[in-house]
């Protein structure tokens, strides 16, 4: 079993949604959608750090069901495989909201160019999603918010949206089930279900398989 993913948009996102972080009327520094994205990337992180061994304590028992009900018969030998994987891909989630990763581009390429490329290189299209997510950090946005109005901010994205890009992972996993994508998948259940739906999440990647969700 080989990895179904790779780390991605962990240092790049389209700069056009920074508009070069204008100061308002007052001097204080007016808050942009990246600001918004950027602290929502941040708590992100430090959730799944805290939480990170009560999501790996809920991992092996959402992979046995999963197995038992679209690849049966399978090994032990398997379940324990795609276990560790979710592991790794946790790992690998916490790293790509490190807030460090997120804000700084790497190299000299263009980070929207970057960005539009590795989403296309994903077994899943995250990119309306991510659409949604912006077009979200952009609604909640009033004039007179400054910096300290971002913690709150970004509880509110995760709430309304979830964590990137668990929706369209399991759109993608429920539309053409396959074992290597299996990881992922867990992942992103877990996550909305322990994390996101603890504050009310009202999309989609919150419910269960098969539940219907009204938007």
Known sequence: MSSSVTPFARKDFPRSLDHNHPMGDNGI????????????????HQQLITRRDE??????????AELAQRFSPYTPEQRAA???????????????????????????????????????????????????????ARKLIAPTMTDADLPHLAARLIRRC??????SIIAAYNAAPAPNYLPDYVLARLIEQHLCADGGTDHPASA?????VSE
């Not at 999501?55 to 046995?64: D, N, Q, S």
């Not at 490190?98 to 000299?108: F, H, K, L, S, V």
């Not at 979830?162 to 929706?167: I, K, L, M, Y």
């Not at 269960?208 to 219907?212: A, H, W």
Request: net charge negative.
């Open 82 to 136: 795609y276990t560790e994987a979710v592991e790794a891909f946790l790992d690998e989630r916490i790293e790509m909201y490190n807030p460090i990763g997120a804000q700084y581009a790497i190299g000299d390429a263009d980070p929207a160019d970057a960005f539009e490329l590795q989403l296309e290189l994903e077994w899943y299209d995250a990119r309306a999603e991510y659409a949604r997510l912006a077009a979200a």
């Open 55 to 64: 999501l790996l304590g809920a991992a092996p028992a959402l992979v046995k």
């Open 29 to 44: 520094m007016s808050l942009t959608p990246r600001l918004v994205l950027c602290a929502y990337y941040e708590a992100l």
């Open 162 to 167: 979830g964590a990137w890009p668990d929706a």
């Open 208 to 212: 269960p398989p098969d539940k219907p």
